[in-house]
């Protein structure tokens, strides 16, 4: 009898839960550990070691290969550039730049110290 073997573990159970549908169309059963855990206290997330994605030991090795391209996948199409965000400080004037992944953030101006938002 086959025992259950974890192969990847997340730190956001709806991450596993994507992932164990996805594996679940592939014909392996999956079950999750920890994820309910982390999910309602989330702070508890590297005590426990977070959401553990687990399988059955004889399905272990395709799983983790899928588990692998999924992460390759996801971070390839992450790894676009935004264009730079140009504007003028609201406080003292100064031209910023800022790169366009912090768009829409809070960042402090160099030149006052004043908070500025960023446009998205």
């Known amino acids: 009898m086959d025992k259950l073997v974890t192969i990847a573990t997340f730190d956001f159970p709806a991450e596993a839960q994507t992932i164990k549908l996805l594996l679940e169309e592939q014909g392996i059963e999956v079950f ?9 206290n989330w702070f508890l997330a590297n005590a426990v070691g977070g ?3 687990r399988v059955l030991e004889s399905y272990a090795e395709r ?4 588990v692998e391209e999924y992460r390759q996948t996801s971070r390839q199409s992450h ?9 003028d400080c609201e406080e003292c004037g100064h031209a910023l730049t800022f790169p366009g992944q912090r768009r829409g953030g809070v960042e402090t101006c160099p030149h006052c110290n004043q908070y500025v938002d960023v446009p998205e």
Request: proline content about 4%; cysteine-free; hydrophobic content about 55%.
């Open 51 to 53: 959401a553990k994605l």
């Open 63 to 66: 799983a983790r290969q899928f």
């Open 32 to 40: 999750l550990a920890d994820d309910s855990l982390v999910g309602m």
């Open 79 to 87: 790894e676009f550039e935004l264009p730079a965000v140009d504007f």
